[in-house]
């Protein structure tokens, strides 16, 4: 099972990226799918996630300028982000894992793709 991320780049601050996510390799639909980032000199830290059903969280740092999104019939992941921030700045991951119960759990990472956003 490999995901392949893609759709980082450069912006200028304010502006918009769109990055996405999507399962190769795997017959099963995976029932959370999740953005991680890793800033320059952080630990690695959730973005936001999505279950199979649609039920969303995302970090404080990116709600209401952040979008995710997910097309199960595709097992694809989306996250639009919007008026982007210097700090936005990072290596963004994508995550393919479970949810259920209460809990979730981290499966497979994806490669990562660089997104810097200057002032």
């Known amino acids: 099972v490999q995901l392949q991320a893609s759709g980082g780049g450069s912006a200028q601050a304010g502006e918009s990226l769109r990055l996405s996510c999507e399962v190769f390799?795997?017959?099963?639909?995976?029932?959370?799918m999740s953005w991680y980032r890793q800033r320059p000199g952080k630990e690695r830290e959730l973005v936001a996630d999505?279950?199979?059903?649609?039920?969303?969280d995302y970090a404080d740092a990116v709600k209401g300028r952040f979008f995710i999104d997910r097309d199960n019939a595709k097992n694809e992941a989306s996250l639009q982000m919007s008026d982007l921030k210097p700090e936005d700045t990072a290596v963004y991951y994508c995550?393919?894992?479970?949810?259920?119960?209460?809990?979730?759990?981290?499966?497979?990472w994806g490669q990562g793709t660089l997104v810097t956003v200057s002032s």
């Open positions: 995550n393919a894992g479970y949810a259920g119960g209460g809990e979730k759990v981290l499966g497979v």
């Open positions: 999505i279950t199979y059903r649609g039920v969303i």
């Open positions: 390799g795997s017959p099963n639909i995976y029932s959370l």
